[in-house]
């Protein structure tokens, strides 16, 4: 997806509702194309693709600076309020492949809340739900983005700490997908060097990968 002076990167965002996943879409994106707000039942039912506009200062490739574009899906929740497990598996299925089936996908951003425990069964649930979408190297195209990262912050605990006291199933996880994990407060994103950080990470993930992409074919 590199031609001499660009590169784009295909990002695709899953978790339970009201995690932030469409917040972080816009965070990535430094826009506010996903709808995101505080609700009661789920906001997001389609997937949606937003396109960033050309970022620099970034990247550079062989002493040269790449512009640097994302992509984002934005997907509805599992679990969901109004959708079953299949609609919602289908509905990202078909979306991966529209959007991504010839470039392919970069990374998929399983997105936690900070300020909540994870459990075991949700962690199982969630990581047998990608699985379905991404199949067996699930692992090496997935990193966890833990938003909320400012409550965490609040209520008095570094990262390091953080992890610290993580339970077990948060652990294993992060051991799964070989520790790609951001802390993200996507009400901070706005500010421009925020953003860069959190972009320069995902890079860092992606090259960690031989910048390879997960190809994704219709199956329905
Ligand atoms: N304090 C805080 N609130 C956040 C953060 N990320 C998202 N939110 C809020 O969480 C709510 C749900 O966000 P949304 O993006 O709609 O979640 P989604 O259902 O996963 O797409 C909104 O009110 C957001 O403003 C964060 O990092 N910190
Ligand atoms: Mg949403």
Not at 139 to 165: I, M, P, Q
């Amino acid at each position: 997806m590199a031609d001499s002076n660009k590169m784009t990167i295909n990002l695709v965002v899953f978790g339970r509702t009201q995690t932030g996943k469409s917040a972080v879409g816009n965070s990535l994106l430094g826009s506010s194309d996903f709808e995101s707000r505080c609700s009661p039942s789920s906001v997001t039912t389609r997937c949606s693709l937003g396109r960033s506009c050309s970022i620099s200062g970034i990247m550079r490739r062989n002493g040269h600076e790449l512009a640097l574009c994302v992509q984002v899906l934005d997907t509805p929740a599992y679990p969901h309020t109004g959708l079953s497990k299949e609609q919602v598996r289908d509905t990202v299925r078909s979306a991966l492949a529209h959007h991504f089936g010839k470039e392919g996908l970069h990374l998929a951003l399983l997105v936690l809340r900070a300020d909540l425990p994870l459990c075991p069964d949700e962690s199982d649930h969630t990581i047998q739900f990608i699985q379905e979408l991404l199949g067996p190297t699930w692992k090496d195209f997935t990193a966890v983005l833990l938003t909320h990262a400012d409550k965490a912050e609040e209520a008095g605990y570094s990262e390091e700490e953080y992890l610290h006291r993580a339970s077990s199933t948060l652990l294993s996880l992060l051991s799964l997908v070989q520790h790609k994990y951001i802390f993200l407060n996507n009400q901070r994103s706005i500010i421009k060097e925020e953003r860069a950080t959190v972009l320069r990470k995902l890079l860092s993930f992606i090259r960690q990968n031989n910048y390879q992409v997960l190809l994704l074919n219709h199956k329905k």
